[in-house]
């Protein structure tokens, strides 16, 4: 298990970016509900966000990546609007520990031995 964060770090209706073991992903906590994706725009493949742990849209209701306005829904991380529309963010699998920190699920027996 590699530890991403406390649960408390993060806010609702907030997000964070982070650099882990999988690549750059980022965290979206909606009331007390937490998504995880990978930072990667299906559109071109790049971060979503140009300003550091802005991955939301201005009504905190969308993920929204910063290039060309793509915007997904929170939940399932489908595009239902912009150039990617009908394509998804990959979910990150992740699990919250007894301690309250989100933890990734590390599966690649090379990444899970460094994480140890
Ligand atoms: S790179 Fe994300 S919408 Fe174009």
Redesign the pocket.
Known sequence: MYVLCSLDALESNSSKGFQSPLGPIFAVRKKKKVYLYANE?P??G?N?EWVPDQFLDTSKQLIQ?A????QFLIKTGECIH???KGQNLRPVPFEINSQNEICLQITTPALAEQTQ
Request: charged share 0%; hydrophobic share 40%.
């Open positions: 725009c559109h071109m790049i979503l990546c290039m060309h306005g793509a912009g150039p990617c």
